[in-house]
């Protein structure tokens, strides 16, 4: 069986080449004799897996020597919790709701100090990102929080908000490594890796150096404060350092790719195949205006559930996987990763053309 077309939105397709080198990498790392599966976090073998990873992710983003980078464990949802512990000193937080996990995040802040949602596009099943030019955001808000790429309904953040300088707090789990981005726009970035880097199970963080505070919440627990990560280079306790090692190996081949210029280039080029298809179909549609479209994520349907049903079940036989949409959404959803090739979507396409063909009378 050869490997298929897998369009999940996450855990998601990775780079054919990270897979067979860290296969051949398995048994033996290196002439070390055993797997990083199998390796001290604090030997020297392992120290150079992580600073390198940590060296080339700062080279790939640009990141300011004012900011740390955390490889952490809890995936996005524990950042839902950690951000307001570490961060709402005043206890008010302001959060602009495009979609389910700005939404949980939201919810999650609530906990602990006064969360407003300050925009929403929940109005039209966030099929769009509202106007963030002018907000009322809060005069004490410790900070402002988007999901820039909203993975379940297909939007990206083309301009940031204006925060009107409160620190911007960003969930981009879903288009970490898609396309270049200005980390001194933000106070924190951060995304759990199954999107677009590497194995579930890390969280990478990139956060502000004076945010990084021994004033928490009380009952923070240490495991939960930023401050105790920085100071360890992430290695306080045991990090996921299997994990972290295919996270590198996907730095260096971005990097061998040409970089973020490079992928932002390939990435709207895979894009525009699918989108102008959906443009010009009269079966399938896009569910997104068209200005806010991902280029990461994009959800499609046909107006008719057992058409959309028969589609996803069809393509699966052919080889095209995790097509159908997430359960609140319906339909379909294609999911383009850096790691998807091109033809990839170029197959993904001729199949619906001819699935169209063969469904219209
Ligand atoms: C998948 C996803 C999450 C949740 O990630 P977990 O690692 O499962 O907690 C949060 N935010 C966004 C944008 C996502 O796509």
């Not at 369009?7 to 860290?22: R, T």
């Amino acid at each position: 069986m050869g490997r298929v077309y897998n369009f999940s939105a996450g855990p998601a397709v990775l780079p054919e080449e990270v897979l067979k080198e860290a296969a051949e990498e398995m048994l033996d790392y290196k002439g070390t004799g055993m797997s990083v599966m199998e390796m001290s976090h604090r030997s020297k073998a392992y120290e150079e897996i992580i600073q390198t990873a940590e060296k080339n992710l700062r080279e790939l983003m640009n990141i300011p020597d004012n900011y740390k980078v955390l490889f952490l464990q809890g995936g996005a949802s524990q950042q839902f919790a950690m951000i307001p512990m570490n961060l709402m000193k005043n206890k008010v937080a302001d959060y602009i709701i495009t979609g389910q996990w700005a939404k949980k995040a939201y919810q999650e802040a609530q906990i602990y100090g006064k969360a407003n949602a300050i925009a929403s596009s929940a109005d039209k099943t966030f099929s769009y990102i509202p106007d963030c030019s002018d907000l009322p955001i809060s005069d004490d808000a410790d900070y402002v929080y988007i999901c820039e790429n909203n993975t379940i309904y297909g939007t990206k953040f083309k301009t940031l908000p204006n925060t009107k300088g409160k620190t911007l707090v960003a969930d981009v789990s879903s288009c970490f490594l898609s396309e270049p981005v200005d980390v001194t726009k933000y106070g924190v970035i951060y995304g759990g890796v199954q999107k677009n880097i590497g194995p579930a199970g890390v969280v990478i963080v990139i956060i502000r150096e004076d945010l990084i505070t021994e004033d928490t919440l009380p009952g923070t627990p240490t495991m939960l404060k930023y401050k105790i990560h920085a100071d360890n280079a992430s290695l306080y306790n045991t990090p996921p350092a299997y994990g972290i090692y295919i996270c590198g190996k996907v730095f260096q081949w971005l990097k061998r790719k040409g970089g973020l210029e490079a992928m932002k280039k390939y990435n709207e080029e895979k894009a525009k195949i699918l989108y102008d298809f959906l443009d010009e179909s009269k079966m399938f549609q896009g569910t997104v205006r068209k200005e806010d479209r991902s280029l990461m994520n994009v959800p499609f349907v046909t107006g008719n559930e057992e058409l959309d049903a028969k589609f996803v079940k069809e393509a699966k036989a052919a080889g095209f996987e995790n097509l159908k949409g997430h359960r609140t959404v319906g339909g379909m959803r294609a999911s383009i990763y850096n790691a998807m090739p091109k033809e990839g979507v170029e197959a993904l396409v001729a199949f619906m053309k001819k699935f169209e063909a063969e469904n219209t009378k």
